[in-house]
């Protein structure tokens, strides 16, 4: 009750509040976040909000950690990456949302007991609301997948390196193979495993992620096979060995059959695609033997209110507002993006832009099964430790699998000392 | 009484509004010495004995930083890299600014046009630069393996080889700022009396001889900026890997600029990473005095 009583603001009648909401940078989410505060600026005159896209920076990530440390944070942000959100607890930087006495009611009614779960701190408390997420799944070229034999996509590592075997050619003769079954960024970046060991690593775990109780628990077989279906990929050149960025686009190109990538390609696919391109997207391949259902990746965003507000409570309504039905909604429909919540296929408000948009449909009926990131200050680095190993093991044949994940595990124990 | 020397003055009063004018110009850079220079030097001496993620409350850790940075394999691999960076950029700045600056030093058409020409990479971002780079670098799609297979050639792994990359890191940091050594060259050439090529003329010298033997000897104390130049900037090596290789492959371009910049701004191990910091900034400096012991006693001014 203490607790309750704490985070209700001191406002008195005369005093007149303002809130402060950062939304991403990103055109669509600014228009979003554009009509979402407008509308509640109509419904609640004596809150106002008022919207500023995150300010520019080299990630959303750095400017938010340089507002923390200036005392400039807003008193809503909606772009925070759940890998972060054990920092700033420990900084003692976020508004605890479970004091409130309707959080359990708000979350539960949005989504699970074990999406409150993943969502909470270390500490035991939750400081962030699980917004949207993007499950990761496998984008794929149907034609080309037609061509060597698949009319559905593969399912299995061993039938995704089967199709490789065929895909893979030299079609203009040169002596060089210019048609791959797959691409990834070959950097050791500890953010682009994201989108090749990690989610082919829940996968095949059924839903495990890298940390359990506060222990290193990936390296072990899982890890272990991951790591020697993507050595046999390079291993055949059946990916190019390539840095991507600022490249073509190997996938809408034709010359690479498939990618791990969210449905934030949807957008992409639809706007830069040649003329008769078929595609579509899969669960990512799993082991032989792996049963349904397949587990992804989730690339959550959360909504969190920082401590500095003056009015947790008032903050705390308007995000409540934010993940309305009505907002949601206008979360599919301007920004492309999943709503964390249980009911995204069943309710009928959402119903016919999943009529109107089947792409989607996978990416909502995956949102389902998808594990975020462990909740540790730490991650980044455990990241880090598997990306270097990946990239020797991998990408340049250096180590064994066995040993490469071992080193990788060791490496990332210390880190969590 | 009066006072003699530099300092003189008729009277007092005149010395101290003297003083302040003077206060008054040298204000925007003090304040920007104490501000952005000499603050963050204290500021990160502190930070050697501490323990900080920008977010929690300092840590007293004593030595520790210097302790961890002793067992740390990758920050000895990191300067291993960049002194190979140095070995291979430095005489490749020197040989083709030199060269250049030589050509441009003729009586040819165009000559304003090709000097801000070659200058022109100097003053683009280094990002951009390395962007652009990197696109002819690439293994499959790029310019220059599409040239060298063109002319019946074997592709080379330009950046995805752990023996190639940082050739190329060093190409680009070399065709980046090689216009700013050219302009330092030419100024030293065209500083080179004429009567002595003349002379040499008479005694029937050829271009070769002259160069060795006139022009060498007598741009050596712009040799030793430039080679003095060169040494700092490429001990700071840090866009072009960032951008092109990420560090990789397997850390082969991992300079130590950018593995101090990951340990405190990617990991926020900011005490660490200051330790680091000053670590490398003696090794610079033991090396620039190094080189002015070694190349100075050879500078003919």
Redesign the interface.
């Known amino acids: 009750m203490m607790l309750i009583l704490g985070c209700r603001s001191s406002r008195s009648n005369t005093e007149s509040v303002r809130l402060v909401y950062w939304s991403s940078n990103n055109q669509d989410e600014i228009d979003l976040a554009r009509q979402v505060v407008d509308r509640w600026n109509r419904l609640h005159p004596d809150i106002p909000v008022h919207h500023q896209p995150v300010p520019e920076g080299e990630s959303s990530e750095?400017v938010i950690?340089a507002a923390?440390?200036g005392k400039t944070t807003p008193d809503i942000y909606s772009n925070m990456w759940p890998g972060d959100v054990a920092?700033?607890v420990?900084?003692k930087?976020l508004v605890c949302l479970d004091t409130f006495f309707d959080y359990d009611s708000v979350a539960l009614d949005r989504y699970s007991e074990d999406m409150l779960n993943q969502a909470r701190s270390p500490d035991g408390h939750t400081h962030q609301i699980l917004w949207k997420t993007n499950p990761i799944m496998l984008i794929y070229n149907k034609r080309m997948f037609r061509e060597v034999g698949f009319d559905d996509p593969p399912r299995t590592h061993s039938e995704y390196l089967m199709a490789a075997e065929k895909m893979t050619r030299d079609i203009d003769g040169?002596g060089?193979?210019?048609q791959w079954v797959g691409v990834t960024d070959?950097?050791?970046?500890?953010r682009d495993r994201l989108f090749d060991f990690y989610p082919l690593y829940i996968a095949a775990s059924g839903g495990r992620t890298l940390i359990d109780s506060g222990e290193i628990t990936f390296d072990n077989e899982i890890a272990v096979g991951i790591f020697r279906f993507f050595q046999a990929i390079y291993e055949n050149g059946y990916f190019?060995?390539?840095?991507t960025?600022?490249?073509?686009d190997f996938f809408l190109h034709e010359t690479a059959g498939s990618r791990i990538t969210g449905p934030w390609e949807i957008a992409h696919t639809e706007k830069f695609k040649p003329e008769g391109f078929e595609y579509d997207f899969s669960p990512v391949p799993v082991p032989d033997g792996v049963q349904e259902p397949y587990y992804t990746y989730g690339d959550y965003k959360s909504i969190v209110v920082f401590k500095n507000t003056k009015y947790p409570r008032e903050a705390w309504e308007f995000v409540q507002f934010m993940i309305s039905e009505e907002n949601d909604l206008k979360l599919l429909k301007i920004a492309t993006q999943l709503p964390v919540r249980g009911d995204v296929l069943e309710n009928p408000l959402f119903r016919s832009y999943f009529d109107n948009n089947p792409k989607m449909v996978a990416f909502a009926r995956q949102a389902a099964y998808v594990r975020g990131i462990d909740s540790s200050?730490?991650l980044?680095?455990v990241f880090?430790a598997i990306s270097?190993e990946f990239?020797?093991c991998v990408?340049?044949g250096?180590k064994s699998p066995e040993e490469a994940v071992r080193d990788a595990g060791k490496r990332a124990r210390l880190v969590l000392e | 009484m009066q006072e003699s020397g530099p300092g003189w003055c008729w009277n007092e009063g005149h010395t101290v509004k003297r003083d302040r004018i003077g206060y008054v110009f040298i204000f925007p850079y003090a304040f920007h010495f104490l501000l952005f220079l000499a603050f963050p030097l204290f500021f990160s001496f502190v930070l050697i004995f501490h323990r900080w993620?920008?977010?929690?409350p300092m840590e007293w850790v004593g030595l520790n930083n210097f302790v961890k940075l002793f067992q740390d394999s990758l920050f000895f691999k990191s300067l291993l890299n960049t002194l190979v960076f140095l070995v291979i950029h430095i005489p490749l700045q020197i040989v083709v600014a030199l060269f250049i600056a030589e050509m441009l030093n003729q009586q040819i058409r165009f000559r304003g046009v090709f000097r801000a020409t070659f200058f022109l990479p100097v003053v683009v971002s280094g990002v951009v630069v390395s962007?652009l780079w990197?696109?002819l670098y690439?293994?499959?799609?790029g310019l220059l393996n599409s040239l060298l297979?063109s002319m019946g050639l074997g592709?080379v792994?330009w950046?995805?080889s752990?023996r190639m990359a940082m050739p190329s890191v060093a190409i680009v940091a070399t065709w980046k700022n090689v216009g700013l050594y050219i302009v330092l060259f030419l100024v030293g050439l065209q500083s080179v009396p004429k009567s002595l090529y003349e002379a040499a003329d008479i005694e029937g010298a050829t271009h070769w001889r002259k160069f060795i033997h006139i022009t060498l000897p007598m741009i050596n104390p712009t040799m030793f900026m430039v080679v003095v130049l060169s040494t700092i900037g490429g001990f700071s090596l840090f866009i072009e890997p960032v951008i092109?290789?990420?560090?990789?492959?397997?850390?082969s371009t991992l300079s130590a600029m950018l593995y101090i910049y990951k340990q405190g701004?990617?990991?926020?191990h900011m005490g660490y990473a200051a330790t680091m910091g000053f670590f490398f900034a003696a090794i610079v400096l033991l090396v620039v005095i190094l080189q002015r012991k070694v190349v100075e006693k050879d500078v003919t001014y």
């Open positions: 750095e950690l923390v440390v920092s700033y420990r900084a930087q040169d060089y193979v210019d070959i950097r050791a970046r500890w190019p060995r390539e840095i960025t600022v490249r073509r200050p730490t980044k680095e880090d270097q990239e020797a990408v340049y250096a | 993620d920008i977010l929690s962007m990197s696109q690439a293994q499959d799609t297979t592709r792994n950046i995805t752990a092109i290789t990420g560090g990789g492959p397997m850390n701004f990617n990991f926020y």
